[in-house]
């Protein structure tokens, strides 16, 4: 189980961990935390040295009801952000955060060497040719609507069996273009209200069955500080016992806030499967 980023073969027989770098103003968790190049390098550097595969960069918040960004806006904040880091630390692999083929393109061009989509390229009907061209690997995530729309579209009769039957149709549009690196995710609190999230991770090794690479994006989610009736800010100690819950469940990558405490994680999964 391999991805190849920027000619170099990555393998994900070990669980890898993903940390998340928002360049946004509004988002859940770290909106406009990160707004000034040495906040941006100091987390990032941060997340690097406890052990992040993989730095997941983003400006467009996809949080429910989020205010909408024009193409340029994001493409603004993005582009400048990906030279720093890649000037700073080269050997990074930058994922982007995006549903728009122009972004995806332009940031690659730049060094990034994945794409994380939230819409699996439903959003943008350029996305997909997109990647098969810049011949890298596609994260495709399960939603339904836009960040906008998705909390009135959890009309789901069985969510397990209608996730895969998404990816199974996404997966072959994919493919047909010749996109052969892809990982699946599948999109706890997009389109989904807290029972059903719970539902998804409890049978989420059913996942296992498409043959592909799963990550797992529930870090400081809703799911969690609602559950324990806390805030984000302290929903630390619930998206680590989560986090063991994906591991078991076959997540190959955890997109994190909190890079140590994931890797802890994985760390001690890997012992116990030993």
Do not use: W
Not at 173 to 184: N, Q, V
């Amino acid at each position: 189980m391999t991805i190849n980023c920027n000619g170099k073969l990555l393998s994900l027989v070990q669980p890898k961990v993903m940390g998340i770098l928002n360049v946004t103003p509004d988002s859940f968790f770290d909106g406009g935390k990160y707004k000034d190049e040495k906040s941006i390098l100091n987390q990032v550097e941060k997340m690097l040295n406890e052990g992040a595969t993989f730095i997941d960069v983003g400006a467009y918040s996809s949080r429910p009801s989020a205010l909408e960004v024009d193409e340029a806006t994001e493409l603004k904040r993005i582009e400048p952000i990906v030279n720093l880091i890649l000037k700073n630390f080269p050997n990074t692999i930058l994922s982007i955060d995006t549903f728009r083929s122009n972004i995806a393109k332009a940031c690659v061009e730049n060094g990034a060497a994945i794409i994380n989509d939230i819409s699996a390229g439903l959003q943008d009907n350029k996305m997909l040719p997109t990647i098969a061209k810049l011949y890298v690997p596609y994260i495709m995530m399960h939603m339904r609507g836009t960040p906008q729309t998705m909390q009135q579209q959890t009309d789901y009769k069985d969510i397990s069996k209608e996730v895969l039957s998404f990816f199974s149709e996404r997966l072959v549009a994919a493919k047909a273009l010749g996109i052969k690196d892809i990982i699946i995710d599948p999109g706890f609190g997009f389109a989904k209200n807290l029972e059903q999230n719970y539902e998804l991770l409890s049978q989420m090794e059913v996942m296992n069955i498409i043959e592909h690479p799963i990550l797992s994006g529930i870090s400081r989610k809703s799911m969690i500080y609602k559950t324990l009736d806390i805030t984000a800010e302290q929903a630390l100690n619930g998206t680590t016992a989560l986090h063991m819950v994906c591991l078991q469940k076959g997540a190959k990558i955890l997109r994190v806030h909190d890079v140590k405490e994931a890797m802890e994680c994985v760390k001690l999964y890997e012992q116990l499967n030993a």
